[in-house]
């Protein structure tokens, strides 16, 4: 089974919109960290947003939420007020366990194009 | 900042040629992986270490090598190229405590 889903190989949304990209989990450890990287079409990998299993409160960094429901084993990626430099490939993964040398396990990605 | 570098950027192979793909980074992680990323795929564990003189397999192992002599550097070997390992390969390091990933610049690989 996989670690990482996701669904929604691409997503199309307007300039100013807001979107929500889909990740779903599953592990059986207690403790896992959940990220989000985006990879625009220049090939860098950018990170954008972390959750750890134990946070209480959804990640947030700028325009980028992370919305963590831990019951339903989702952390969906929400972009506000989405720009046309947000055309790119995301990518959710989670690394399992506390220790922070240990592999992070990634989905297929989903590519978003923001048009104006 | 430097950060991770990785050598070279592009590479043409012939089948059952060897390569060595550098990797360097100057943050001190003592955490380094490499990933190979195809089309479709997402990306995929090759290689990790966990401190110098440590190794490990990851998900997709077969025809690769790699060595950690220094925390600096992680360099991977390809023993034998095929055309099955033409992908783009990312080498990373880690940072306490959360586990992000620093990426390098991605090296694109083309075994012909």
Known sequence: AQKITQTQPGMFVQEKEAVTLDCTYDTSDPSYGLFWYKQPSSGEMIFLIYQGSYDQQNATEGRYS??????????NLVISASQLGDS????????????????LIFGKGTTLSVSS | NAGVTQTPKFQVLKTGQSMTLQCAQDMNHEYMSWYRQDPGMGLRLIHYSVGAGITDQGEVPNGYNVSRSTTEDFPLRLLSAAPSQTSVYFCASSEEPTGELFFGEGSRLTVL
Do not use: D, H, I, V
């Open chain 1, 66 to 75: 992370l919305n963590f429901q831990k019951a339903r084993k989702s952390a």
């Open chain 1, 88 to 103: 790119a490939m995301y990518f959710c993964a989670m690394r399992e366990g506390r220790q922070a040398g240990t592999a």
